[in-house]
Nanobody, 124 residues
């Protein structure tokens, strides 16, 4: 069974940058789609960015041009580079994985494997 472990969260000032990592353990080669999601207090979990094993990516409109998703298959690690952070980016960020193609940022309920999350706090 695939286990996902996020890291890299923390506190950052608006306009700054950070990079989140998600290490996959177990049968990670079976995971076709990988993604980043976030949940702010009092809000529903939302998709941020996804990538599939062919390298196709999708992004939420709110993060296009600022966030970049990438993966290192040799290290079984997923990344999210966050630039020009805004206070509204404050949330717990979750890594997710699924063995199917075609899961974009609008498919939160369908992802089968989730990490425990890492907190990102942006101060103005």
């Amino acid at each position: 069974q695939v286990q996902l472990v996020e890291s890299g969260g923390g506190s950052v000032q608006a306009g700054g940058s950070l990079r989140l990592s998600c290490a996959a353990f177990g049968y990670s080669y079976s995971m076709i789609s990988m993604g980043w999601f976030r949940q702010a207090p009092g809000k529903e979990r939302e998709g941020v960015a996804t990538i599939d094993s062919d390298g196709r990516t999708s992004y939420a409109d709110s993060v296009k041009g600022r966030f970049t998703i990438s993966q290192d298959n040799a290290k079984n690690t997923l990344y999210l580079a966050i630039n020009s952070v805004k206070p509204e980016d404050t949330a717990t960020y979750y890594c997710a994985a699924d063995p199917r193609y075609g899961l974009g940022v609008s498919t939160v309920p369908f992802w089968r494997r989730w990490g425990q999350g890492t907190q990102v706090t942006v101060s103005s």
